[in-house]
């Protein structure tokens, strides 16, 4: 059974950053058919895709327009799991953050079938 | 970016009812929709992936279909558990996008 645990402050002052991190079981983050994903929820935005990390023999990233200038998304193989930076932080990046597997990237049955618990990040100083 | 326009944004039902969401893309996805259950509080939970395709350990009144632009969601027969937000959300291509959700009220 995939499990996707979220940790990380609660709290970020703007201008700082927000970084969070989503350490996985029952999968492996150097599989080589599965994605692993940021989102964020907030009543403004909705449901929004941030980015996502995968391996393909080497690593890569995707990222959203909206947040590429200020994002990174890590894997770490050695405590399998992977992290998001999201730099100068505004109010406007309040939101619950998830993490989500994908595990038939770039399929026709690509989907995030695993999601984190989720983590509220109030952006306030 | 690909828009996913859901209606309606809220609907009201009974228990037993038949429920139909409908989920439209600004341009052709082929099958490539996936729809969701949200609850307060919780994470989205897939139900339907590749249009139609149910989700191992979803219930069978849940139901998916459509192809190319418009895409249904269906509970045959609403369940108290039902109850909820729904959101549509094509994986054509990135960024994926998602639906603005449909909430489902008694």
């Known amino acids: 059974q995939v499990q996707l645990r979220q940790s990380g402050p609660g709290l970020v002052k703007p201008s700082q950053t927000l970084s969070l991190t989503c350490a996985i079981s029952g999968d492996s983050v150097s599989d080589n058919r599965a994605a692993w994903n940021w989102i964020r929820q907030s009543p403004s935005r909705g449901l929004e895709w941030l980015g996502r990390?995968?391996?393909?023999?080497?690593?890569?990233?995707d990222y959203a327009v909206s947040v590429k200038s200020r994002i990174t998304i890590n894997p770490d193989t050695s405590k399998n799991q992977f992290s998001l930076q999201l730099n100068s932080v505004t109010p406007e990046d309040t939101a619950v953050y998830y993490c989500a597997r994908d595990d038939r990237a770039f399929t026709s049955t690509s989907c995030f079938d695993y999601w984190g618990q989720g983590t509220l990040v109030t952006v306030s100083s | 970016d690909i828009q996913m326009t859901q209606s309606p944004s809220s609907l009201s039902a009974s228990l037993g009812d038949r429920v139909t969401i409908t989920c439209r893309a600004s341009q052709s996805i082929s099958t490539y929709l996936n729809w969701y259950q949200q609850k307060p509080g919780k994470a989205p939970k897939l139900l339907i992936y590749a249009a139609s395709t149910l989700q191992t350990g979803v219930p069978s009144r849940f139901s998916g279909s459509g192809s190319g632009t418009d895409f249904t969601l269906t509970i045959s027969s609403l369940q108290p558990e039902d109850f909820a937000t729904y959101y549509c959300q094509q994986c054509y291509s990135t960024p994926q996008t998602f639906g603005q959700g449909t909430k489902v009220e008694i």
């Open positions: 990390t995968y391996y393909r023999s080497k690593w890569y990233n």
